[in-house]
T-cell receptor, first 113, second 114 residues
Framework: GEDVEQSLFLSVREGDSSVINCTYT??????LYWYKQEPGAGLQLLTY?????DMKQDQRLTVLLNKKDKHLSLRIADTQTGDSAIYFC?????????????FGTGTKLQVIP | DVKVTQSSRYLVKRTGEKVFLECVQD?????MFWYRQDPGLGLRLIYF???????EKGDIPEGYSVSREKKERFSLILESASTNQTSMYLC?????????????FGPGTRLTVT
């Protein structure tokens, strides 16, 4: 089956940039996503990128996609304590009438004041 | 704002019990979804529904069934709960499209089967 991998943990100092990395195996991915999950809360869509794009920027967030290497990254500029959460990478591909989604296991971001 | 609510945040059930997890959305969305989230396995689609009384299997439907009698409500049923169904269950809804970025998620129900 398809696989999405992320490192489990990242610690950064407040004000620094955070870079969370993700690799995936499905070469037919349509969209790639970054979700944020805070304790006790549901999944919050941060941003997504269509598979034929290389980069997407949205305020403090920058998504880079290297389709050749199947590598996706999320850069958070000027990281704040409120950014502490688990970040999930996900990819989706057409699968007989619905989008088959594969999530990574999540990266826990700890922001040190 | 779209609101997706789930009936319980935490639930503890015994092996063999019949379990109902309820999800309600208040924005007249066509599509509703049930996922389970497990450490090391990410989020996996169990079932989804694109209309009242319509359902489609996702990636891991075994051991589960669903019911959508009204547009706003989508129930996940564990006919005979087993310990391997201990998990976080997330409901989602979307207006028309099935793409992940069109789905709004509820807060989740953490189910423990003992």
């Amino acid at each position: 089956g398809e696989d999405v991998e992320q490192s489990l943990f990242l610690s950064v100092r407040e004000g620094d940039s955070s870079v969370i990395n993700c690799t995936y195996t499905d070469s037919s991915s349509t969209y790639l996503y970054w979700y944020k999950q805070e304790p006790g809360a549901g999944l919050q869509l941060l941003t997504y990128i269509f598979s034929n794009m290389d980069m997407k920027q949205d305020q403090r967030l920058t998504v880079l996609l290297n389709k050749k290497d199947k590598h996706l990254s999320l850069r958070i500029a000027d990281t704040q304590t409120g950014d502490s959460a688990i970040y999930f990478c996900a990819e989706s591909a057409d699968s007989g009438g619905y989008q088959k989604v594969t999530f990574g296991t999540g990266t826990k971001l700890q922001v040190i004041p | 704002d779209v609101k997706v609510t789930q009936s319980s945040r935490y639930l503890v059930k015994r092996t063999g019990e019949k379990v109902f997890l309820e999800c309600v959305q208040d924005m007249d969305h066509e599509n509703m979804f049930w996922y389970r989230q497990d450490p090391g396995l990410g989020l996996r689609l169990i079932y989804f529904s694109y209309d009242v009384k319509m359902k489609e299997k996702g990636d891991i439907p075994e051991g589960y069934s669903v019911s959508r009698e009204k547009k706003e409500r989508f129930s996940l049923i564990l006919e005979s709960a087993s310990t391997n169904q201990t998990s976080m269950y997330l409901c989602a809804s979307s207006l028309a499209g099935l793409a992940l970025h069109e789905q709004y998620f509820g807060p989740g129900t953490r189910l423990t089967v003992t």
